[in-house]
């Protein structure tokens, strides 16, 4: 008897009795295989024993099964690259955030349906550039972003040259136009960014692709509102790119929340900076009255000095 066999023995022979009702018995058993099995439990349970990573007959392991099995970095390997190629620690008030973005941008780009597009970049851009914009030492946020990319296996230069690119031409368009582009209409950049997402039923949308549409609802001239944010969200992603909007509108609001978040850290950081230079010009200007005390002093000594000596001199006359 194989495991298939005895397994369904199990199940079909188990206890159907209520000793506290008088109602119809069910056979557990039967119904269970039903269910699950589709009726065939023994052909079920055997596939299962036989499977195979990658091997199954579906379109999903014909697209990705040569994948199966293949070795992965983990999120600790990428953090400690991070690390290691920006060669200085992060700064307390953002390594939590630093933390999470290579976290993050990790997971994502190892997923196997992962494809970069132009959105996507304009999206991982404009999170990078809104996070480090107050950074203390500015020549340190640029190396953050550089180490971050890197480990990633991004090219800087041409996620830049993307986001760039779809920037200019989200230049002065209306919000009309850019959901006809994300409907396949026209021959735009854009356009074309989302007859490739219609077209593949593997598609994956990640948080930078949704930031990249927050980013041009802002060039657009939409409300940087919450509530206003997602019902374009809902609108772009759902009707015109008809993909599941849910996620993107879930990241749209977590965008606004960290935005806030960090306006109210720079606005911390812009008072501790006003304060330190009101101390600092309060030393200077201390430091400036005991010069210039000192050198009262010292002109009154000269008098002094100057007055005995004339004293000294009309006595030896």
């Not at 991004?154 to 409907?183: P, Q, V």
């Not at 960014?193 to 219609?198: H, P, S, V, W, Y």
Request: aromatic share 8%; with cysteine; net charge negative.
């Amino acid at each position: 008897m194989n495991f298939s066999s005895a397994l369904a023995f199990v199940l079909i022979a188990a206890p159907a009795v209520n000793a506290f009702t008088a109602a119809p018995v069910v056979n557990r058993g039967s119904a269970l295989s039903a269910s699950v099995f589709g009726g065939d439990i023994k052909a079920s349970l055997d596939n299962m024993i036989q499977y195979s990573p990658g091997k199954a007959d579906s379109d999903f392991a014909r697209k990705y099964g040569h994948l199966a099995g293949a070795e992965l970095r983990t999120v600790g390997e990428a953090f400690n690259q991070f690390t290691d190629i920006l060669g200085t620690p992060v700064n307390a008030l953002y390594k939590g955030i630093c933390t999470d973005l290579v976290g993050s941008l990790h997971l994502i780009m190892v997923n196997a349906r992962f494809e970069r597009d132009a959105v996507f970049s304009l999206g991982l851009v404009s999170v990078l550039d809104l996070v480090l914009k107050n950074y203390p030492e500015q020549e340190t946020a640029k190396k953050i972003k550089s180490a971050m990319l890197t480990s990633a296996g991004l090219d800087e230069a041409e996620i830049d040259a993307e986001a760039a690119s779809l920037k200019s031409w989200a230049e002065g368009k209306t919000r009309d136009e850019i959901a006809s582009a994300l409907k396949g209409e026209g021959d735009s950049p854009l356009a074309g960014i989302a007859n490739a997402a219609k077209g593949n039923q593997w598609w994956m949308y990640s948080r930078f692709f949704g930031i990249g549409l927050v980013k041009m609802m802002e060039m657009t001239g939409v409300e940087q509102d919450m509530s206003v944010a997602y019902d374009v969200m809902e609108e772009w992603m759902g009707k015109c790119m008809e993909k599941p909007h849910y996620t993107a509108c879930s990241d749209s609001d977590l965008y606004f929340k960290q935005k806030g978040k960090l306006d109210m850290m720079e606005t911390m950081m812009k008072e501790i900076e006003i304060r330190e230079k009101k101390r600092m010009a309060d030393r200077l200007e201390a430091k400036a009255d005991m010069a210039l005390a000192a050198a009262e002093r010292a002109e009154q000594y000269k008098v002094v000095v100057a007055e005995e000596e004339a004293e000294k001199a009309e006595q030896k006359a």
